[in-house]
T-cell receptor, first 116, second 114 residues
Framework: GAVVSQHPSWVICKSGTSVKIECRSL??????MFWYRQFPKQSLMLMAT?????????EQGVEKDKFLINHASLTLSTLTVTSAHPEDSSFYIC????????????FGPGTRLLVL | AQSVAQPEDQVNVAEGNPLTVKCTYS??????LFWYVQYPNRGLQFLLK??????LVKGSYGFEAEFNKSQTSFHLKKPSALVSDSALYFC????????????FGAGTRLFVKA
């Protein structure tokens, strides 16, 4: 149990376009989902925390208008990178917290974004 | 403020030997501590956690970690390393003050030689 999926697993896009990444909890309800960004050979940096039905909480330095997060249901959160630029190229990872169990996060497999 | 330190960028160990990956932390309240493993181009897999109770925590794949409050450490250990244990290991911490923001260490790459 506690499986989190992400789609797509990788995406290449042109500069200026928008890209949507989906994060789904497949076998549990996730009251909270987290979006991380990971640069090569570096740790995970929390971008934002999203709670179902409410606005996401962004970390300092993360542009809200650039990285749009929607958590429309207890099993789905989306991250949209708007007007992507090459510097947005990165590995994006989501995680989910089960509603009844608070301590552990379950991570998706990640989405690699390359902006040309 | 919460912080996590993994002092070693890389750990090398021979297969069959014991391994230790170090982690120290700093939190305001009581710590919730986690270890995750990441394989290339993959998300993180949960290994084990310490919330309360016994200081020695046993997790997946034969890994264990010891919580040491006085030294604010939570080192990951395994008695006998396997080549397949080679991966990137992250220590993470959050406190019990009500928020759920988890801070990750920089990661330690483990190489197990056959």
């Amino acid at each position: 149990g506690a499986v989190v999926s992400q789609h797509p697993s990788w995406v290449i896009c042109k500069s200026g376009t928008s890209v949507k990444i989906e994060c789904r909890s497949l076998d549990f309800q996730a009251t909270t989902m987290f979006w991380y960004r990971q640069f090569p050979k570096q740790s995970l940096m929390l971008m934002a925390t999203s709670n179902e039905g409410s606005k996401a909480t962004y970390e300092q330095g993360v542009e809200k208008d650039k990285f749009l997060i929607n958590h429309a249901s207890l099993t789905l959160s989306t991250l949209t990178v708007t007007s992507a630029h090459p510097e947005d190229s990165s590995f994006y990872i989501c995680s989910a917290r089960r509603a009844a169990i608070t301590e552990t996060q379950y991570f998706g497999p990640g989405t690699r974004l390359l902006v040309l | 403020a919460q912080s996590v330190a993994q002092p070693e960028d890389q750990v090398n160990v021979a297969e069959g030997n014991p391994l230790t990956v170090k982690c120290t932390y700093s939190v305001s309240g009581n710590p919730y501590l986690f270890w995750y493993v990441q394989y290339p181009n993959r998300g993180l897999q949960f290994l084990l956690k310490y919330i309360t109770g016994d200081n020695l925590v046993k997790g997946s794949y034969g890994f264990e970690a010891e919580f040491n409050k006085s030294q604010t450490s939570f080192h990951l250990k395994k008695p006998s390393a396997l080549v397949s244990d080679s991966a990137l290991y992250f220590c993470a911490v959050r406190d019990d003050t009500g928020g759920f923001k988890t801070i990750f260490g920089a990661g330690t790459r483990l190489f197990v030689k056959a």
